[in-house]
């Protein structure tokens, strides 16, 4: 049988782990969240109590988390994977990161002997369940052929960006930029469409069969219209992102003016209350509303 280990199961990875036992694979999981563990332990999911366990059970696992704080968490320690893994393992590392967190990841992940693929993903929960999320892989080519198959299970698209590692992460920066550029100025244009008197929903049907279509703003604001932030994307994560992106664009001598923009849009949002809700949130977040109490 089809082996696969998944360490964080919340909103992305517990959709990895639905998607891949529908598709007939064991699913090994560990989550330091026991109503997770419990949910996909009733989908057939093999539970596990730490990183080094399930790593003493298969042999290619991923670590889908939020950020580097919860990588290292992951790794270190007496259950932490690093002192199970050895040559014959392989870790999709599947957060957004820093280029610098990334391959110093790597570094310690070779020191005893086991592979990354750098692989952030971006989709959303729903897409990550359907398989139809994306991944941007950056790893050898003999390394991709390899797991090419998880791989195409897991996305679809599955982009084998780079043998360069660093690059997925380089890639997801530049996409989450873009996507924070996005819905800021999606947002914007709603709340100009409002103080103008327009139909806010007929008028994001206009936008989104013309010009200004963004694949954010159609899955952010028909959420931001009804008033709905159930948090499928917290607001911190693209507010990590954006700072995340900004330093790399420094550190390569590129401008980026809407770019600083926007991390100050998330920025403000967050420090208005709205950091444990969606980012469909920025919506009113741009009108200066915070959350009710």
């Known amino acids: 049988m089809k082996t696969f280990g998944v360490i964080g199961a919340g909103n992305m990875g517990g959709g990895m782990v ?83 967190e990334v391959l110093h990841t790597a570094e310690r992940l070779a020191a005893r002997g086991a592979h990354l693929i750098d692989a952030p993903m971006s989709g959303g929960p729903v897409r990550a369940q359907e398989g139809s999320m994306s991944l941007m892989v950056a790893c050898s080519q003999a390394l991709f052929d390899r ?41 914007e244009v709603m709340n100009l469409a409002t103080h103008m008197g327009l139909d806010p929903q007929v008028t ?13 703003a159609g899955d952010r604001l028909p959420r931001a219209l009804m008033g709905d932030w159930a948090p499928r994307a917290h607001m911190t994560l693209l507010g990590k992102d954006t700072q995340l992106a900004l330093k790399m664009a420094q550190q390569a001598g590129a401008p980026t003016p809407l770019g600083h923009m926007a991390t100050a849009a998330f920025a403000q949002a967050i420090e208005q209350g ?15 509303q915070r959350p009710e109490a």
């Open 147 to 187: 797991h090419a198959s998880l791989l195409h299970d897991l996305a679809d698209p599955a982009l084998h960006v780079s043998q360069r590692t660093g690059d997925g992460a380089r890639t997801k920066l530049v996409n989450n930029l873009l996507a924070a550029i996005n819905l800021v100025g999606a947002s």
């Open 204 to 216: 994001l049907n206009v936008i989104q069969s013309s010009s200004g279509k963004s694949w954010i």
């Open 18 to 100: 639905r998607n891949l036992l529908n598709k007939g694979w064991q699913v090994h999981v560990h989550d330091i969240d026991p109503t997770v563990m419990k949910a996909l332990g009733q989908a057939g999911a093999q539970l596990h109590d730490s990183p080094h366990a399930l790593a003493l059970a298969c042999k290619v696992l991923a670590i889908v988390v939020v950020d580097q704080i919860q990588v290292n968490q992951v790794l270190d320690g007496e259950q932490g994977l690093l002192k199970a893994v050895d040559a014959s393992h392989t870790v999709l590392l599947c957060p957004t990161l820093g280029v610098d």
């Open 274 to 288: 709205w950091a444990a809700h969606d980012d469909a949130a920025m919506l009113v977040s741009l009108r200066g």
